[in-house]
């Protein structure tokens, strides 16, 4: 999915994936990024870990559960880097880049 919605600087080797259970959270995922303290410290790259939390994002229908996993994925910055962008930022928007990767996920 990655390479065909143009999320080309994502690293998939360095994306892990998890399901978590009896969870209290009112998500349906998150994503985690390994900042660059933990990076320095446990002597890694760069790294996400993507949480899906089973309880609500099994009920989804598979390409609701695809948007969502877009949605975790435009929180990566372009460098790769650890960091995670937020929803709102000075420079351009969270949600015009999260609309242009759905729409490229639509045209499959």
């Known amino acids: 999915m990655v390479g065909k919605i143009g999320v080309y600087w994502i690293e998939t080797s360095r994306i892990f994936c998890i399901r978590s259970e009896n969870s209290t959270s009112r998500a349906m995922a998150r994503i985690w990024g390994l900042n660059n303290i933990w990076q320095k410290a446990l002597k890694q790259d760069p790294a996400y870990v993507l ?4 309880e609500r994002f099994d009920r989804l229908p598979q390409h609701k559960q695809d948007e969502i ?3 975790e994925l435009a929180h990566v910055p372009r460098n790769f880097s650890g960091a995670l962008l937020p929803h709102s930022r000075r420079r351009g928007s969270f ?8 729409a490229a996920y ?3």
């Open 51 to 54: 949480e899906v939390i089973s």
């Open 69 to 71: 996993l877009i949605h």
């Open 95 to 102: 949600h015009d880049k999260l609309k242009i990767m759905l």
């Open 106 to 108: 639509k045209k499959l």
